[in-house]
């Protein structure tokens, strides 16, 4: 048979320790003194023996009350913290927010807005591969996305293109005249994968896979260590001091990519889609980003993505 440790008995017992007694324990968690005492005996009962040795001025716990006392103390500490991620306190609001990692950097600029002209908004945040978070987006696991992207319309949230970001090459691997290139790229499906493929296809240039992996670190080390040529923004030298390709034979690197704010509808509160664009505009300057349509949100393209 099971038996579970409600947290409201270990928080009593927890309290009346902290606090040096049953009356002031009441008080602590707003119910009556009567109510403490009961939950305590409640915990005798499941460990057959009495949790306090003695009680009032001489206040002492069993040896089995002092062994439960640091059980107690550890599933209420980690009760509160389960509750604090996923429950918001009272007044605040929980979103979750996705950036794809190559516009990681921009992150600071964006919590630093939203905390300044939405405190009641509270955030967790995720970072990966575009076509990851554009999934996540659809099944409700995030609330809004910041994507680089491409493809056709696509029904879902609420979208606002912020943009198109430069693309450029990089890396300098080392091939003899009539070598296949390497490149290190995300694994497919990955709208820049196939966009760098069709770019080389037209171009005539063979190619081969050196490096493939998910994570934007992996790919900048590759890159680094001269394993293979990769497709990044076009700012990659300056953020994470990749060298650039210098190869003449080389073609443009692929169309600008389409950077999308996404959200959707009715999950964030009134005031955050606007903010939220005006803090990812802002941390976006700098960046090689050409200008974008119409200001406004309009379907999101959410239908095929780059890492």
Not at 23 to 42: F, N, Y
Not at 209 to 227: D, F, H, N, T, V
Not at 233 to 239: T, V
């Amino acid at each position: 048979m099971r038996h579970d440790l409600q947290i409201n008995r270990l928080r009593a017992l927890v309290a009346v320790v902290e606090h040096g007694g049953f009356r002031r324990a009441a008080e602590v968690l707003h119910i009556t003194q009567p109510a403490v005492s009961q939950q305590i005996r409640q915990l005798s009962g499941l460990i057959k023996r009495p949790v306090f040795a003695s009680t009032g001025r001489d206040m002492r716990l069993s040896p089995q009350g002092e062994e439960l006392l640091e059980y107690a103390r550890r599933m209420v500490a980690l009760n509160d913290e389960a509750v604090a991620r996923f429950v918001p306190e009272v007044g605040q609001v929980l979103l979750s927010v996705g950036v794809t990692s190559q516009l990681a950097e921009v992150l600071p600029e964006f919590l630093r807005r939203i905390n300044r002209e939405l405190p009641q908004v509270q955030l967790r945040v995720r970072t990966g591969a575009s076509e990851a978070l554009a999934e996540q987006l659809r099944t409700g696991q995030l609330d809004a996305a910041l994507l680089l992207q491409t493809g056709p319309p696509d029904p879902g949230p609420d979208g606002l293109e912020l943009g198109r970001m430069r693309m450029a090459w990089f890396g300098r691997p080392a091939t003899g005249e009539h070598d296949a290139l390497p490149l290190a790229l995300f694994p497919a499906p990955c709208t820049l994968r196939k966009e760098v493929g069709e770019v080389l296809d037209r171009a005539g240039i063979r190619r081969r896979i050196a490096y493939e992996g998910p994570e934007l670190i992996g790919l900048r080390s590759a890159a680094k260590a001269g394993l293979g040529m990769t497709c990044l923004i076009a700012n990659g030298d300056e953020l994470w001091g990749l060298a650039r390709t210098a190869r003449p034979d080389l073609p443009p690197p692929p169309a600008p990519l389409p950077v999308t704010l996404a959200l959707t509808p009715g999950c964030a509160p009134a005031g955050f889609a606007r903010t939220a664009e005006k803090a990812f505009r802002r941390a976006l300057q700098g960046y090689p980003l050409d200008p974008a349509g119409p200001d406004r949100f309009e379907p999101a393209v959410l239908s095929a993505s780059a890492a």
